[in-house]
């Protein structure tokens, strides 16, 4: 499961930034044609997006189908963890593009989304235990859920751990954790929460790509 | 047909245009002559809407072409470098546009034109500088358009098919087409446009036609006037 949630990002990222520079060319030509702007762009980021979700669902189906999934009990932990990876690979792809398309340096653009990448998966992490050894004197419960909600692969790893019922592990913050995103309401806030993180860099993209020249 | 009015564009620091005013009501041929670096390539793709300029208004057929996309569909654009998807074959290619567009296209006529059969089949990273420049053509007059935008048309081409383009440039007009062209070679210019429009710095330094240039520079050659048009301060 640690694998998933951090490889599907990487995953996500390097193949964006790569498909939009090496698409750079065919931009241009379908810019000169009378396509609107934002379809082309958006074109790209879906087919990006879309093909990866699919193999992801795909490489990991079909092995876990064969060996008799559909019979287990764990169908739903499974589907939960399909669905967070279908989300990470809109929310990396997305912001992949984001970089891509801010950046005319090829090496620079994949230099910031790996740093991105690796931001979001280990530093994050890092700083935020940093500051629960810091500040373990204080009630850190609400900042450490605000804080999980602020990084999708977090926010992923725990509605994952959630799900699978090993909560208990985490002791008090377990609880807290359990008491918040294990009711229905906190589900439906976090995956709100990566919904939101696939619609703002796609509402930056289409911003940026109305004003950017070529 | 197009109406260009106070057109601004910076990079960065550089300006590149700068106040802008240009009229094209007229069928027939425009060619933008201006050294390296003047704005002719920003103010097509001005036009053409790659380039979104910082002020100013372009006006085409009478619709502002801000945040539309649409008026391309009456344009053909030949870009300055063929720059193709190196993966795709010439056939494929040729249908995919075909496919964007959506109109009646005259492809077979123009491929035996150029005489590109052979290399239809091929991938388009495999052809040579001119061939691609020649699929370009075909990319550009398939589409009978109105007005049609040329920057660079001859760049890597033979002497065989820059007289093949000549003559189809030639038949485009009579056709009652407008054309737009850059080049930097002069007797290509003199030879097939009717207006001169001479850019420096951003701004039309002149306007005009071909003799007007040469008896306002006291110059018999093209080629003298226009040098002597960018070392003097006059008009």
């Given at each position: 499961?640690?694998v998933?949630?951090?490889?599907?990002?990487?995953i996500?990222?390097?193949?964006g930034v790569?498909y939009?520079?090496?698409?750079?060319?065919?931009?241009q030509l379908?810019?000169?044609q009378?396509?609107?702007?934002?379809?082309?762009?958006l074109?790209?980021?879906?087919?990006v997006?879309?093909s990866?979700?699919?193999?992801?669902?795909?490489?990991l189906?079909?092995p876990?189908a064969a060996?008799?999934?559909?019979?287990s009990?764990?169908?739903?932990?499974?589907?939960m963890?399909?669905?967070t990876?279908?989300?990470?690979?809109?929310?990396?792809?997305?912001?992949a593009?984001n970089?891509?398309?801010s950046n005319?340096n090829?090496?620079?653009?994949?230099?910031?989304?790996?740093l991105?990448?690796?931001f979001?998966?280990?530093?994050?992490d890092?700083?935020?235990?940093?500051?629960?050894?810091?500040?373990?004197d204080?009630?850190l419960d609400k900042?450490?859920?605000?804080?999980?909600?602020?990084?999708?692969?977090?926010?992923?790893?725990?509605?994952?751990?959630l799900?699978?019922d090993?909560?208990?592990?985490l002791?008090?913050?377990?609880a807290?954790?359990?008491?918040f995103?294990g009711?229905?309401?906190?589900?439906l806030?976090s995956?709100?929460?990566?919904?939101v993180?696939v619609?703002?860099?796609?509402?930056?993209?289409k911003k940026?790509?109305?004003?950017?020249d070529f | 047909m197009v109406?260009?009015?106070?057109?601004?564009?910076?990079?960065g620091?550089?300006?590149v245009?700068?106040?802008?005013?240009l009229?094209?009501?007229?069928?027939g041929?425009?060619?933008v002559?201006?050294?390296?670096g003047?704005g002719?390539?920003?103010?097509?793709?001005?036009?053409l809407?790659m380039v979104?300029p910082d002020k100013g208004?372009?006006?085409?057929?009478?619709n502002?072409?801000?945040?539309?996309w649409n008026?391309?569909?009456?344009?053909d654009?030949?870009?300055?470098?063929a720059?193709?998807p190196?993966?795709l074959?010439v056939?494929?290619l040729?249908?995919m546009?075909k496919?964007?567009r959506?109109?009646?296209?005259?492809?077979q006529?123009l491929i035996e034109?150029?005489?590109?059969?052979p290399?239809?089949?091929?991938?388009?990273?495999?052809l040579?500088?001119?061939?691609?420049?020649?699929?370009?053509?075909v990319?550009c007059?398939?589409?009978?358009?109105?007005?049609i935008i040329?920057d660079?048309?001859?760049?890597?081409l033979?002497p065989?098919?820059?007289?093949q383009?000549?003559?189809?440039?030639?038949?485009?007009k009579?056709?009652?087409?407008t054309?737009?062209?850059?080049s930097?070679?002069?007797?290509?210019?003199?030879e097939?446009?009717?207006?001169i429009v001479?850019l420096?710095?951003?701004?039309i330094?002149f306007?005009g036609t071909?003799?007007?240039?040469?008896?306002?520079t006291?110059?018999p050659?093209?080629?003298?006037?226009i040098?002597?048009?960018?070392?003097e301060?006059?008009?």
């Amino acid at each position: 499961m640690n694998v998933i949630i951090m490889i599907v990002p990487l995953i996500g990222t390097i193949f964006g930034v790569m498909y939009y520079y090496n698409s750079r060319e065919f931009t241009q030509l379908l810019l000169a044609q009378p396509v609107k702007r934002s379809s082309i762009f958006l074109g790209q980021y879906f087919g990006v997006a879309i093909s990866l979700s699919l193999s992801l669902i795909l490489g990991l189906g079909i092995p876990f189908a064969a060996y008799g999934l559909f019979k287990s009990p764990a169908i739903w932990d499974f589907t939960m963890l399909l669905i967070t990876g279908l989300f990470l690979t809109l929310i990396f792809s997305a912001l992949a593009f984001n970089i891509a398309l801010s950046n005319e340096n090829k090496i620079k653009g994949f230099g910031y989304a790996i740093l991105l990448w690796l931001f979001l998966a280990v530093i994050y992490d890092g700083i935020f235990l940093l500051f629960l050894v810091y500040f373990q004197d204080y009630p850190l419960d609400k900042f450490s859920l605000a804080a999980s909600m602020f990084n999708p692969i977090d926010l992923s790893r725990i509605l994952i751990l959630l799900k699978l019922d090993i909560s208990a592990l985490l002791s008090y913050t377990g609880a807290v954790f359990k008491q918040f995103f294990g009711t229905p309401l906190g589900t439906l806030a976090s995956i709100g929460m990566l919904v939101v993180w696939v619609i703002l860099p796609l509402y930056r993209l289409k911003k940026v790509v109305g004003k950017k020249d070529f | 047909m197009v109406s260009i009015q106070n057109l601004h564009k910076k990079f960065g620091p550089l300006k590149v245009l700068n106040g802008l005013e240009l009229d094209i009501k007229e069928q027939g041929i425009i060619a933008v002559l201006g050294p390296n670096g003047s704005g002719k390539t920003t103010l097509i793709k001005s036009i053409l809407g790659m380039v979104v300029p910082d002020k100013g208004e372009i006006i085409i057929s009478g619709n502002n072409i801000k945040k539309r996309w649409n008026y391309r569909q009456e344009i053909d654009y030949l870009p300055q470098i063929a720059n193709f998807p190196g993966n795709l074959k010439v056939q494929e290619l040729i249908t995919m546009i075909k496919d964007l567009r959506g109109k009646p296209a005259r492809e077979q006529e123009l491929i035996e034109y150029f005489r590109l059969q052979p290399f239809l089949d091929k991938k388009l990273n495999k052809l040579s500088g001119g061939t691609q420049q020649k699929v370009n053509l075909v990319l550009c007059f398939m589409f009978d358009s109105q007005l049609i935008i040329l920057d660079e048309p001859t760049s890597g081409l033979d002497p065989v098919a820059l007289l093949q383009l000549r003559k189809l440039i030639q038949q485009e007009k009579e056709n009652g087409k407008t054309i737009l062209i850059t080049s930097h070679i002069m007797n290509f210019v003199e030879e097939v446009a009717d207006r001169i429009v001479f850019l420096l710095e951003g701004k039309i330094y002149f306007d005009g036609t071909v003799e007007e240039i040469k008896t306002t520079t006291g110059q018999p050659d093209f080629e003298h006037a226009i040098a002597k048009l960018l070392s003097e301060d006059h008009v």
